[in-house]
């Protein structure tokens, strides 16, 4: 999960792996979570 500053996470969502903050996540974790779906906004 990507996260913003200030922005509360859902509930469930505290055992989520944090890939980085939205604007700057980091590809190696995202792509050693081995995801089936990743959106990118851009």
């Given amino acids: 999960m990507a996260t ?3 922005t509360a996470l859902p509930e469930g969502a ?3 792996e ?3 903050e939205i604007q ?3 590809l ?3 792509i050693a979570l081995k995801p ?3 959106i ?3």
Avoid: C, M, R
């Fill in 4 to 6: 913003a500053p200030g």
């Fill in 14 to 16: 505290e055992s989520a």
């Fill in 18 to 20: 944090n890939v980085g």
């Fill in 24 to 26: 700057a996540v980091s």
């Fill in 28 to 30: 190696e974790k995202i």
């Fill in 36 to 38: 089936d779906l990743v």
């Fill in 40 to 42: 990118d906004p851009k």
